[in-house]
């Protein structure tokens, strides 16, 4: 029965593919076609705002200082709001002022679309910081991302330009962001997701005892967290908490509402590169690792935990710790994968709780970074992987290597190269950094091997811009808030700008047609060298941690 | 071709040579190039420095251990080094058969209007050389005067001697090559030092080696790689520290050097090398790398029709009788005014005779005169004893000896003439005395294998274009009948510039063979310019290869092996890669095995020990380069097939045999090793 219910999702995103990667091609292709009359007349209205009349293509450098200095500005408005947000409106629970390190740490937590939360929302924000900084952050964000993700593929599709990020990041809002939040807030409301701004509950228990019950403008902040594969939660507990996520119907629409977009970018792709065997080849790949580590979470979690089973403790529910009754294995095992796969971040059980084997599947989709991702930078990550297999492979057929027409040189292999060393940078060091020094130690609440783990998923997590917390560690500090706050940074920019300036690279080069003799992309061939690709040089790399962590934790489980 | 034989891969004293710069190697100066073979030399330092001062690093009780490691490390650096070395060893052996030739001559150089006997070394440009029959050519130049036969053997190995004259296409004399006959004036075209010979040298002594732009591309992975293993392996020991798990530095460097990809980093420049020396031993000389990996992207090949695809010269491949005469007998007669031609027309004259069956009795040409062919007469035939004069020719030269002698000229003579001409052929005419018996059709031919060439070419999505200067009838047969991709008939030198022009446009790389002056621009604009020796310097200039043998049909052969070059370069990339899901699976547990026993689980090969797994891996890891020298330098098996089929093949052999080799590899050292360990 569970496996039915994970394959009905599955199934429902594979319809959902082909229409929504066709809308975004629309969106961003920038020729006329039909939502320009609905859509056309806002934006053209924003535009004139913005004086933003020419919309002219720009350079790789332009796009990129335009995203960077987007997001600095929205980054300094966040940071003042959080700071002062116990004199500003609308804080009807009177709470205070942000502490430094901790606004620092959430401010880029948002931007970088990772929302690793350190604080809890129900005690640490106000309803306008809520609204004006984290929903606010969670649109941009994840309009900046897709951004990026549409002009690189723009380019290396062979475009006349990149495109104008302005453009691209006003449409992504007003033509897919803001319509889809909408009408998911709208569901989410109906389903008994609160939206308000009331002050919070107090009511009465029934042994008499007085409870305050935390409410507010919920199912907005809930809709866009899932669709721009943000993940921060209104409240502590995250999309575990009922009035998040009240049954499990809103967790199936939550689950579809992150994996959808970033499932459709393939698609996409395929289309801006007249070729949608190659969207379909990127999309098999990384369904194949999706349903692997599904697989295994799938399996671990219902197998229970081992330690558990020998007791002769009736384990035929599986390991239920950490989780919702109301979801069960299935849906918090799909729930897991697909929030890690697409870098949400949101979780609806407890991740720290997972069995040992359960929890690499977390783990291991966020170190790959490029199952399906979320907003846009997994499809440029598995892209990127694409070129370095074509690198590896390419020259296997007697030509030098070429992706979709252009020659992998030097130029881009020192870019790529660029790419792919700060994702294990920025893991391993501070993981080893932290493991050296009693602040770093001092947070772990259990030690041993899933101590190891604590401390590596809350780098890993920062790293690749997910945001979902192992939990189980006191990371409210200044040495935590200080370490993922510039790690996240990294994990966002440095592979971004280093891919951006790939895609201009390729632009100015000459294609080359394609022959009989040319080194195929857009087959089952190359889907398996892909995944080969992403397992060997991606997945390797963490193997020595991940054997001390989870799988030593499972091996002396007794 | 006949005194260019093959020559061994591997001699003694090239092995030597060697073994003995393997050592010269491990310099870190010059190791420093090869960063991959750099960290694994730095690790051998650090694995010697606690061999030498155990007590320092308190590693007394795992000496053993320590010293074991060490000498693996050491030998895989100097397999790698030596590796390198053999490919150099092989151009070095052939440069100093080409330093022979580059002795230092007397020149008769004209100064004033007297002639002085300078040392070669003191020519420069533009200076005036005399050399006659027996000495040697002072210097590279043209002949400005005279026409003399040289013997270039010792740069062609072709023994036969050839023609140089004054003014034309043939004009162009290298230093070192003799004369055999005659005596030429040379103008000098190079300074000391820069002559064709000393540059010939120096390419493939591979003194100027520069890495090509696809190493450069690829070193960057492999440097990549390198860090990536590097943070890996830095950050395991106080990650592991955390666990009270204590990871030994020289079991730590052992992972690492596994791990980085050591089996394509020793072997990459060893490639590149013997990719550039198999052109070599073609006959052909690649001006850099980079042509030749050039070589491997060719999408469109320009080829000239004459002399490449087809003979150039004509041949007989049909008779045709005029008059009321029958085809025998015009074979006959045909048969009798060749027998002693010896001109390539003449004899195959004679083996179209034979090939359609006739017979002519050749007694009749005992005793008879032979008549050469003269350009006044443009005729040639016999004199037979038995007073009867056999001729063939232009047909008008024949029409007016038959009309002197009082002949009829049959009336469709001019017909089949005319028709012959027409589909691009050479009609010749066969009389016997005042009778004219009818028309020898010469075709030019195209050359055996040409057709299954070009299969191939477009199996490898390779499109060739011919050109000639022959009218489009003419060319549209021989571009059918070779089964070319397309052609441009009655071209010039300028055509070829725009046809390049236009598919580089479309963002193809061209290769194209030429040899006249006025093939140059073409040459230089082609993305591989395949000049001929005999051409002039201008078009040797221009190309970035040229063919000691003057084949131009070589260029097929270019392209194939720097298709080969490449598939070598990418085959043993993925076969290092690929090798590292082994090495992980011997190493980790081993590595954890110590202070958790449950990892035995992992230890899926069943090694022997912790410490027999380390050591097996980096025995395994070291070996595997001097196994796959062999490969890299004769490179990867190539036959002409569709890209996908060529990649599903080589990812079989080389990704799945990358993955299965070192389990297997690994585990049989494994059962060696454990027998000590």
New interface residues.
Partial sequence: MGIVQIIVVIAILLLLVKPAGTYLYHVFSNEPNKTDRIFGGVERGIFKLSGLNKREGMSWKTYALSFLSTNIVLVAFGYIVLRLQAGLPLNPNGINQMEQTLTFNTVISFITNTNLQHYSGETGLSYFSQMAVITMLMFTSAASGFSVAVAFVRGITGRATLGNFFEDFVKSIVRVFLPLALIITLVLVGLQVPQTLKPTIQITTMDGQIQQIATGPVASLESIKHLGTNGGGFFGANSAHPFENPSPLTNVIEILSMWTLPAALPYMYGLFAKNKRQGWGIFAAMMTLFVLLLSLNYYAESSGNPAINSMGIDVSQGSMEGKEVRFGIPQSALFTTVTTAATTGSVNNMHDTQTPLGSITPLALMMLNNVFGGKGVGLVNMLMYAI?AV???????????EFL?RK???R???L???A??IH??II??P???S??TDLG?GAISNP??H??TQVLYEYVSSAANNGSGFEGLADNTTFWNMMTGVIMLLGRYVSIIALLAVAGSLLRK????E??????TD?G?FTG?LI?TVL??GA??????V??GP??EH??LR | MSTVQKKKLLTGPMMRSAVKDSFVKLNPVTLMKNPVMFVVEIGTFIVLMMVLLPGYFHASEAIGFNITVFVILLVTVLFANFAEALAEGRGKAQADSLKKTKQDISANKVAGGSIKIVASSELRKGDIVVVSQGELIPGDGEVIEGLASVDESAITGESAPVIKEAGGDFNSVTGGTRVVSDEIKVRITSDPGESFLDRMISLVEGAKRQKTPNEIALNTLLISLTIIFMIVVVTLRPIAAYLDVDLEIPVLIALLVCLIPTTIGGLLSAIGIAGMDRVTQFNVLAMSGKAVEAAGDINTMILDKTGTITFGNRMASEFVPVGKETEEDVAVWAALSSLKDETPEGRSVIELVKKLGYSYDAGLASGAEFIEFRAETRMSGMDLSDGHKVRKGAVDSVKRWVASQGGIIPDNLDQHSNIIAGKGGTPLAVAVDNRIYGLIYLKDTVKPGMKERFEELRKMGIKTIMCTGDNPLTAATIAAEAGVDGFIAESTPENKIEVIRSEQKEGKLVAMTGDGTNDAPALAQADVGLAMNSGTTAAKEAANMFDLDSDPSKIIEVVAIGKQLLMTRGALTTFSIANDIAKYFAIIPAMFTLAIPEMEVLNIMGLGSPSSAIISALIFNAIIIPLLIPLAMRGVSYKPMSSTRLLRRNIFIYGFGGVAVPFLGIKLIDMVVSLWI
Avoid: S, Y
């Fill in positions: 370095l690198f590896l492979c390419g020259l296997m057929v007697g030509r030098t290597p027409g992998i040189e030097a881009e292999m020192k790529i190269a660029v792919i060393l294990p940078l391993l060091v993981t080893a950094a493991f050296l130690q041993g091997n101590g190891l000459q294609p080359v047609p022959t009989i003799g040319t080194f195929r087959n061939l060298i080969a060997i040089i390797l790399t963490f193997l020595p941690v054997v001390l799988i030593a091996l002396t």
